[in-house]
């Protein structure tokens, strides 16, 4: 149907930057233990440790630009949609935005800038975004294939190979066996100790297991890079704009609210 799901420019951009990351490995003969290694070895049909020794196929260097996008693109949205919403919440919530401010500034004087060994230190910041992609998970609903007929625990049902299932994530954070008051933020919530008493699966935005979302870390550390230069220089307010409570449009793929975000923001 010739239809586009990019502008002209951005795929030519990747395709670039792809063709030429590996023409540069593959010439110096560089290896690394990441993503585009990986898909370097897929490329070249190597066996990739931990897979199937029968399924090696190859990627062309179009594929591999098509899956470097989408972890771009993962990560981007999960790590802007966290901010957006962190932000928000920080707002209505000065206390905690003094908190999570003090936080990264107890850090830099330790560290004197903002690296990844200081933002890995920055624990009230994670806490803060965890706590916001709870709330407002970017993704609402994941479709996930039976590979085998599994019998669910408890329960007289058996999921039937082939079959798809749904898994509720939106559903599942705001369920108050897990998180009492579900639409309040809280933070604390994600304290070691309260994360070693719920169930693991109680936490999944970017989903689990193998199919887990590529940009999950990528995203991640955007999002903690990001708060941290925010709200080191910067004071957010709720706008009269914004409404209270937010209301979700329930049209769209990637969690989004109805009439926008709105905050003022006040130079430190």
């Not at 260097?61 to 098509?66: G, L, M």
């Given at each position: 149907f010739n239809v586009r799901l990019s502008n002209p420019d951005v795929a030519n951009f990747f395709m670039n930057a792809v063709r030429e990351t590996v023409e540069y490995r593959e010439k110096n003969k560089i290896q690394r233990n990441d993503f585009m290694d990986l898909l370097i070895r897929m490329k070249n049909a190597e066996p990739i440790e931990g897979g199937d020794p029968n399924q090696v196929g190859q990627l062309t260097?179009?594929?591999?630009?098509?899956q470097s996008f989408v972890f771009f693109l993962a990560g981007f949205e999960t790590s802007s949609t966290a901010m957006t919403f962190c932000l928000y919440e920080l707002a209505q919530n000065q206390e905690l935005q003094d908190k999570a401010r003090k936080n990264v500034l107890d850090v830099l004087k330790e560290h004197g800038s903002i690296s990844y060994e200081a933002v890995h230190d920055m624990k009230y910041i994670e806490m803060c975004i965890n706590e916001?992609?709870?709330?407002?998970?970017?993704?609402a609903n994941i479709l996930r294939e039976v590979t085998k007929d599994y019998p669910v625990q408890d329960m007289n049902v058996t999921l039937p190979k082939g079959h798809r299932v749904m898994l509720p994530i939106y559903a599942i954070h705001h369920d108050?066996?897990?998180?009492?008051?579900?639409?309040?933020?809280?933070p604390e919530r994600f304290t070691p100790a309260?994360?070693?008493?719920r169930h693991q699966m109680a936490f999944v935005p970017f989903g689990?297991?193998?199919?887990v979302c590529i940009g999950q870390r990528f995203g991640m550390m955007q999002a903690r890079v990001g708060l941290a230069y925010l709200?080191?220089?910067?004071r957010f307010r709720l706008s009269e704009k914004t409404s209270v409570p937010l209301k979700i449009l329930a049209s769209s793929t990637v969690l989004a609210t109805q009439g926008g975000l709105?905050?003022?923001?006040?130079?430190?």
């Open positions: 260097i179009e594929e591999i630009a098509a916001s992609l709870r709330k407002y998970p970017p993704i108050p066996e897990y998180y009492p008051a579900p639409d309040q933020y809280d309260a994360v070693a008493s689990e297991g193998p199919r709200l080191k220089n910067f709105w905050l003022h923001i006040e130079k430190l």
